[in-house]
């Protein structure tokens, strides 16, 4: 068994069944906590995971408001229309810093044409870029 914290709370974790979660039900806050954080990340994965394909890229250099220099690149990405909403390709793009790309482990010019699912986190930032083919 090991104690980790989910949600500011304390919870007990089973080393035979890694995806169990035990809790103490008379501990309401922490009942309420977990819940919450669970609505949340089933909200989080059901309408920010997408698939797409990437088409292109261009290296976009910047400096913020605070003077610092941000390096990376702008990525192009292709998908096709939900049928309910029209029909054809629909493109998109998103800014991705070098950082993110080095903490990610993912090389552009071996991505390109490939098809990739994107996972973003709630600010929806890229949080993942997973290879599909």
């Known amino acids: 068994m090991k104690i ?3 949600a500011g709370a304390a919870a007990e974790i089973h080393a035979a069944d890694p995806g169990s979660v035990v809790i ?6 922490l009942v309420d906590a977990v819940q919450k954080y669970l609505e949340k990340t089933i909200y989080i ?4 995971t997408i698939i797409m394909k990437i088409i292109g890229y261009s290296r976009n ?3 913020s408001k605070e ?5 990376g690149c702008r990525i192009y990405l292709a998908t096709e229309v939900d049928a309910g909403k029209g029909e054809g390709v629909m493109v998109k ?23 990739v699912k994107i ?4 600010f929806r930032k890229p949080e993942s870029i997973v290879l599909l083919d």
Do not use: Q, W
């Open 93 to 115: 793009d998103m800014y991705l810093s070098d950082a993110k790309m080095a903490g990610l482990k993912i090389n552009l010019h071996d991505l390109m044409g490939r098809e």
């Open 67 to 71: 003077g610092r220099p941000i390096t």
């Open 45 to 48: 994965i059901e309408r920010k």
């Open 61 to 63: 250099d910047f400096v």
């Open 24 to 29: 103490d039900k008379s501990n309401h806050d």
């Open 4 to 6: 980790c914290t989910i």
């Open 119 to 122: 996972y973003y986190n709630e």
